[in-house]
T-cell receptor, first 115, second 117 residues
Framework: DAGVIQSPRHEVTEMGQEVTLRCKPI?????LFWYRQTMMRGLELLIY????????DSGMPEDRFSAKMPNASFSTLKIQPSEPRDSAVYFC?????????????FGPGTRLTVL | GENVEQHPSTLSVQEGDSAVIKCTYS??????FPWYKQELGKRPQLIID?????GEKKDQRIAVTLNKTAKHFSLHITETQPEDSAVYFC????????????????FGQGTELSVKP
């Protein structure tokens, strides 16, 4: 298995532009998580899905952020409009099932820079 | 709300010495506690985990202990090597918002471990 796949790996954009980050979870995994990592705030959970349904989006910073999971093998995190403070590394992660002890695997991350 | 506190934030040791990182959690229902290692520019990767029915678990030079009464758990690395240098995150599995929908990992703030040769 290729593991969790994210694209793009790096994104540089200008303030005000729309940014779309993509994630393909490990095949068969029912849970998908989006995290943001910065030096100041550490690793923050933004939102997570179970069987393509959003379960907890309390970490989404504001209305500029939205996430979707149209099917079991694909999710997007969109920022519109982007701001310099959105610059961070965004990780996607997936987990197998409802057994609370299942291992959570992270993707390689997308490094976003908003100028 | 659910919270995980991790200490210290930075730790510097000499090669061959031991390193200990400590975490406390707030959700008494947490029953799974993984530790992740993140090397510079890389993704977090699971190195060891422990479930609430076990007090200690060891894997070669790495061990984790859990005290459920005190809501503490710790990572112990013995005979440290330069390649152990990384940021280490503890986590606790918090309650899901919807019963039986699984839960979310609550991460500590991270400990930057530096092992000097």
């Amino acid at each position: 298995d290729a593991g969790v796949i994210q694209s793009p790996r790096h994104e540089v954009t200008e303030m005000g532009q729309e940014v779309t980050l993509r994630c393909k979870p490990i095949s068969g995994h029912d849970y998908l998580f989006w995290y943001r990592q910065t030096m100041m705030r550490g690793l923050e959970l933004l939102i997570y899905f179970n069987n393509n349904v959003p379960i907890d989006d309390s970490g989404m910073p504001e209305d500029r952020f939205s996430a979707k999971m149209p099917n079991a093998s694909f999710s997007t995190l969109k920022i519109q409009p982007s701001e310099p403070r959105d610059s961070a590394v965004y990780f996607c992660a997936s987990r197998l099932g409802w057994d609370r002890a299942d291992t959570q695997y992270f993707g390689p991350g997308t490094r976003l820079t908003v100028l | 709300g659910e919270n995980v506190e991790q200490h210290p934030s930075t730790l510097s040791v000499q090669e061959g010495d031991s390193a200990v990182i400590k975490c406390t959690y707030s959700d008494s229902a947490s029953n799974y506690f993984p530790w992740y290692k993140q090397e510079l520019g890389k993704r977090p990767q699971l190195i060891i985990d422990i479930r609430s029915n076990v007090g200690e678990k060891k894997d070669q030079r790495i061990a984790v202990t859990l005290n459920k009464t005190a809501k503490h758990f710790s990572l112990h690395i013995t005979e440290t090597q330069p390649e152990d240098s990384a940021v280490y995150f503890c986590a606790a599995l918090g309650r899901g918002m919807i019963y039986n929908q699984g839960g979310k990992l609550i991460f500590g703030q991270g400990t930057e471990l530096s092992v000097k040769p």
